[in-house]
T-cell receptor, first 114, second 114 residues
Framework: DGGITQSPKYLFRKEGQNVTLSCEQNLNHDAMYWYRQDPGQGLRLIYYSQIVNDFQKGDIAEGYSVSREKKESFPLTVTSAQKNPTAFYLC?????????????FGAGSRLTVL | AQTVTQSQPEMSVQEAETVTLSCTYDTSENNYYLFWYKQPPSRQMILVIRQEAYKQQNATENRFSVNFQKAAKSFSLKISDSQLGDTAMYFCAFINFGNEKLTFGTGTRLTIIP
């Protein structure tokens, strides 16, 4: 079945460490996105990519980095520069349907900084 | 900047009753799309319904329907004959036509009481 796979589901990090969250899709979607979800704040866009080898900053990109070397993969690195990294992270991909980007989401990764 | 406001942080309703979740948005554009996404306790985001701003007819998907009031910039979701499986967070989202960034509201936590 086609879908988006995020791993790991749960991740613990010590302060000062970088961690990478994986996102893989087999939907043949061109666009991929990373969102951060905090209680009471909805979803906020971190980075997005419309094509391979190209990506743009979202609303809260500071302290994060991404790469898009393959169409299927869009890993997110949470760097030590991110001051408050504990959150739920959602990866999504999209295909235009009638001109609108309908997002398909992964199951998410929960990052906790110890 | 576009904003999406969900003024009801939490709601609860008896099983089989009808419930309406409110959403307002702000944009200066004329062509855009509106969405309702559902996030059950599994935290998997699922598209519930979509509305194109140029369509006057309200979208309907089985027990889910919207009341789209373009002049008032209002986009409410009505759930009829509510079921226990409808218990979830519901997010309203907005995107301008041709844009790549979806803006989410802060969500409404809906609980269906047996």
């Amino acid at each position: 079945d086609g879908g988006i796979t995020q791993s790991p589901k749960y991740l613990f990090r010590k302060e000062g460490q970088n961690v990478t969250l994986s996102c893989e899709q087999n939907l043949n979607h061109d666009a991929m996105y990373w969102y951060r979800q905090d209680p009471g704040q909805g979803l906020r866009l971190i980075y997005y990519s419309q094509i391979v080898n190209d990506f743009q900053k979202g609303d809260i990109a500071e302290g994060y980095s991404v790469s898009r070397e393959k169409k299927e993969s869009f890993p997110l690195t949470v760097t030590s520069a991110q001051k408050n990294p504990t959150a739920f992270y959602l990866c999504a991909s999209s295909i235009n349907r009638g001109g609108a980007n309908v997002l398909t989401f992964g199951a998410g990764s929960r990052l906790t900084v110890l | 900047a576009q904003t999406v406001t969900q003024s009801q942080p939490e709601m609860s309703v008896q099983e089989a009753e009808t419930v309406t979740l409110s959403c307002t948005y702000d944009t200066s554009e004329n062509n855009y799309y509106l969405f309702w996404y559902k996030q059950p306790p599994s935290r998997q985001m699922i598209l519930v319904i979509r509305q194109e701003a140029y369509k006057q007819q309200n979208a309907t998907e089985n027990r889910f329907s919207v009341n789209f009031q373009k002049a008032a910039k209002s986009f409410s979701l009505k759930i009829s004959d509510s079921q226990l499986g409808d218990t979830a967070m519901y997010f309203c989202a907005f995107i301008n036509f041709g844009n790549e960034k979806l803006t989410f509201g802060t969500g409404t936590r809906l609980t269906i009481i047996p």
